[in-house]
């Protein structure tokens, strides 16, 4: 691990923070605020700004291999991981930070309890791939140089669900679905979305 890793490991340990595993997600909605935040302070693209009741959905369809992972500065949170657990693989999917704390949280602190946990529990494998620019990739890798090949698949398990949404998207945008090759799922573009209405989606 690289060495300003370490530091900000100990840096974290030292601090007053309070980082604990919520099994039951109950504060979603204090982590949906600041996943937002978060892809405002970013400018993220319209694809990634998700609204509550996505990650509801989410929480529901994944039960208990979903936990939310909520970083407390005396009573306020100042930032949240939602991370799954499934097969041996504890995979970190979305994080958020509040504006004020970006700069005082070592989130490579946050990973590293997480992967305690994961080791702890008998988990294998850690994953927080996905980096989407060059900066974020950099940091990420500097936590450790195991390198494994990263692998992604689409998967529809509910095809009829996934036809009425990719319809009802075919009906507000006037365009058809495109192919396999194309952003997916089709019903979650909105690159596209928002340059035919003028306005980004999520």
């Known amino acids: ?29 204090a982590f949906h605020e600041l996943y ?25 369809g994944l039960g208990n291999r979903v936990a939310l992972w909520v970083l407390r500065s005396g009573e306020q949170i100042v930032a949240a991981h939602l991370v799954t657990d499934c ?14 704390f970006h700069s005082r949280v070592p989130q490579v602190g946050l990973y590293d309890q997480e992967l305690e946990w994961a080791h702890a ?13 060059e900066s974020l990739h950099q940091f990420k890798a500097g936590i450790t140089k195991v ?6 698949a689409r998967i529809v398990v509910d095809h009829a669900e996934f036809g009425r949404r990719c319809e009802a998207w075919q009906h507000q945008t006037g ?6 090759d194309e952003f997916f799922p089709p019903y979650r573009d909105g690159a596209r979305l928002g340059a035919l209405t003028g306005h980004t989606t999520g």
């Open 121 to 133: 529990t008998g988990h294998r494998d850690y994953f927080i791939g996905g980096a989407g620019t």
């Open 175 to 180: 365009r058809m679905v495109g192919r396999t």
């Open 36 to 60: 937002e935040l978060t892809m405002q302070r970013v400018h993220a693209r319209g694809e990634f700004h998700f609204s509550l009741a996505y990650f509801q959905d989410l929480v529901v």
């Open 147 to 152: 390198r494994p090949a990263e692998y992604s």
């Open 1 to 29: 691990m690289r060495r300003s890793h370490r530091q900000s490991i100990r840096k974290l340990q030292a601090s007053d923070f309070r980082f604990e595993r919520e099994p039951g997600c109950d504060d979603l909605a």
């Open 87 to 100: 097969g041996g693989i504890v995979q970190g999917l979305y994080a958020g930070v509040h504006p004020d």
